[in-house]
């Protein structure tokens, strides 16, 4: 349990967080939300110990194992798998005790550390950090090259696997989708499900945190508000806390103007004297419900572009990649129209970004052909958008590169929309934030009026608010869109159709993201083949024998399928009661067992839903191919 009493922290000279009371429960995921510095990464490091608070207290348990992802990666020439199992630090050790007395063929050693790796239950530890590797998108044949050999969003998903890989009673995650794929934020997110233990989690994709946790902790204006659910829940009991803090601010504020208009006109009258004094105290006591403060959100729209064609750019028989012996994409063939809104998907390392940089030019195609329109103008946002900004040089400079002619107002006008006002914009980019560095990114780009979009992971390091403008501009932009995002949210909103790029080809995908998901889970099996080709299949009685053996087996297979079916319902069915009663503010009050009971019963019961989906997946995928 760890627990916040009157809790305040300041950063430098501004207080961040004060009077924060809360208390969260072991088995609980939590997801941290709020705005960009409104304290969320300061939260961290005071349960980290980085930094003491102002005031109040902070009460973690003694000896309470924490798991975060570091901030740096020691680029060393470790292999990334001993750098994950690095993460277990008592079995990383005990391994290394075992290779050095068998170096030293040191018997008693040896069995010293095997006894240790045993009690650990570490003889599988390398399996366990070979599976994180390839569920953050390591291929096999990466495993085993040196941290150094990776890129810094790698590494990234290295510092991940190996908080993931320690042993923990706390689990601190800040941004983990910052760097992943769609299809490793989908296996992150089951793998969280699964976690038993307590979850704290900051991040801006809504779509995980609604699958991920059962709590949320919202940091604003200073303060601090825990609340029942997922994120959907949240929004909906914070939308009705306001409202009736509204309206009771309306009805107080309807009451003094009454008592007072008495109070004016009777104040000298001997008769009403009491009657004006009582008022007068009834004024007096008036709690001062405070109105809502309601945050001025961000927003933004992308430029009428100056021409719009229709057939914006075309792939004819395209075989992508980086030469011949490096062909990603084969015989590609589909084209971008006025106002396509289009969203890729695929696995990691399928090829997405290999197509994005061919419909922009970046890659010649190998074979075929790119065709574009004479008029196109892309405004095209690459994963490495962000970390090429210049150092040292401030919005105004990046701008006024863009624009050399342009008179200087114009371009501080056009930096104010994206909140880069007055001294904001002859700031150094090295001083803004990742949030600020990709808004800037998405002003340059605007400033161009493209009317192609082509936007590679745009959203990693923008805050919710940021992500809701993002959508709305895209929604008004006139012109065309493709863009690769593991913000579901964000694809929902603003994609119309996909392309699914994988196992070397490009097609149109006819479903939603949520087939998309049950496909890339599904991606592990192969389907058999129809039949045996030794069967005698001429033999009438040999026919009818398989025959007969199929129709038990599909007998059997359906009852499975619904019985499996069934169980998932059931699940659902108490994981909604064990919801309604953690929404009951009373539970609160009562022992803290009873919500820990209900938190490991959560746990246990999406772990088992978990375990039957990928079961149900296997087999109606059996069923269905069967009757096809």
């Known amino acids: 349990m760890i627990a916040f009493r009157n809790f305040a922290l300041r950063r430098g000279g501004r207080l961040l967080l004060s009077g924060v009371d809360a208390t969260l429960h072991d088995g609980w995921k939590v997801g941290v939300a709020g705005r960009n510095g409104s304290g969320k990464s300061s939260l961290f490091a005071a349960i980290l110990g980085g930094v003491e608070p102002d005031a109040g207290e902070l009460e973690v348990p003694a000896g309470l194992r924490i798991a975060s992802v570091a901030q740096e990666t020691h680029a060393g020439e470790d292999s990334a798998i001993d750098y994950v199992l690095g993460g277990d630090v008592e079995l990383a050790a005990a ?25 650990l239950g570490g ?10 590797l390839h569920g953050l998108g390591f291929r096999p044949d990466e495993q085993a090259r040196p941290v150094a050999a990776f890129s810094g969003g790698w590494r990234a998903r290295l510092n991940l696997a190996r908080a993931l890989m320690a042993p923990s009673d706390l689990l601190l995650l800040d941004e983990p989708t910052n760097h992943l794929d769609l299809d490793a934020v989908l296996w992150l997110e089951q793998w969280l499900r699964r976690y038993p233990r307590t979850l704290l989690v900051v991040s801006h994709d809504r779509e995980f ?25 949240f929004e909906r009991q914070r939308a009705e806390r306001l409202h009736q803090q509204q309206a009771a601010h309306a009805r107080e504020q309807a009451e003094r103007a009454h008592l007072q208009s008495f109070i004016d006109r009777f104040r000298a009258k001997a008769t009403k004297a009491r009657q004006a004094q009582s008022r007068i105290k009834r004024l007096e006591r008036l709690g001062g419900t405070e109105a809502v403060r309601a945050e001025r959100s961000f927003e933004f729209r992308f430029p009428e572009p100056g021409r719009l064609p229709q057939s914006m750019l075309k792939l004819e028989h395209v075989d992508a990649g980086y030469g011949p012996a490096a062909k990603v994409l084969h015989d590609v063939r589909y084209g971008v129209q006025a106002g396509d809104r289009i969203g890729l998907l695929g696995p990691n390392g399928a090829g997405k970004s290999t197509l994005v940089k061919t419909l922009v030019g970046e890659l010649q195609p190998l074979a075929g052909e790119r065709g574009a329109h004479k008029d196109l103008s892309i405004g095209y946002f690459a994963q490495h958008t962000v970390e090429n900004l210049r150092a040292g040089e401030t919005p105004f400079d990046h701008l006024r590169e863009l624009a050399p002619d342009a008179p200087p107002q114009v371009l501080r006008d056009w930096l104010g929309k994206w909140q880069f006002a007055g001294e904001r914009a002859f700031e ?8 600020e560095r990709a808004r800037l990114a998405l002003a340059l780009i605007a400033w161009g009026k493209p009317n192609l979009l082509v936007l590679d992971e745009p959203t990693n390091h923008l805050d919710l608010d940021m992500r809701g403008a993002l959508a709305d501009a895209l929604n008004d932009f006139p012109g065309a869109l ?51 080709a030794a069967s005698p299949a001429s033999v009438p009685r040999e026919r009818r024998r398989e025959a007969a053996a ?12 619904e019985r499996l079916e069934a ?17 009951d503010p009373a539970i609160y009050e009562g022992p803290t067992a009873v919500l820990a009971h209900i938190g490991r019963e959560q746990n246990a019961l999406r772990e088992e839903k978990d375990t039957l989906e990928a079961e149900w997946l296997e087999r109606f995928g059996e ?6």
């Open 123 to 132: 003889y599988d530890g390398r399996a366990r950090a070979g599976r994180l």
């Open 567 to 583: 169980r998932m319902a059931s699940i659902d069915a108490q994981l909604e009661g064990l919801q309604q009663r953690l929404a």
């Open 209 to 233: 945190l609604d699958g991920t946790v059962d709590h949320i902790m919202h940091l604003e204006q200073g303060g601090a508000r825990l609340y029942a659910g997922n994120y959907s829940d």
């Open 428 to 435: 150094p980019v090295e001083a803004f934030s990742g949030g």
């Open 95 to 119: 391994l290394a005790d075992e290779a050095r007395a068998q170096a030293a063929n040191d018997p008693a050693a040896a069995a010293f550390a095997h006894h240790r790796i045993d009690a």
């Open 623 to 628: 069923l269905d191919a069967a009757m096809a």
């Open 482 to 532: 493709v863009l690769v995002a593991h913000d579901r949210h964000l694809l929902g909103l603003v994609c119309d159709h996909f392309w699914r790029v994988a196992d070397g080809r490009v097609d149109v995908f006819e479903g939603d993201l949520d087939d998309y998901a049950r496909w890339l889970r599904g991606r592990g099996g192969e389907p058999g083949g129809s039949g045996d």
């Open 550 to 561: 199929e129709r038990e087996r599909l007998r059997s297979l359906r009852k499975h399928v």
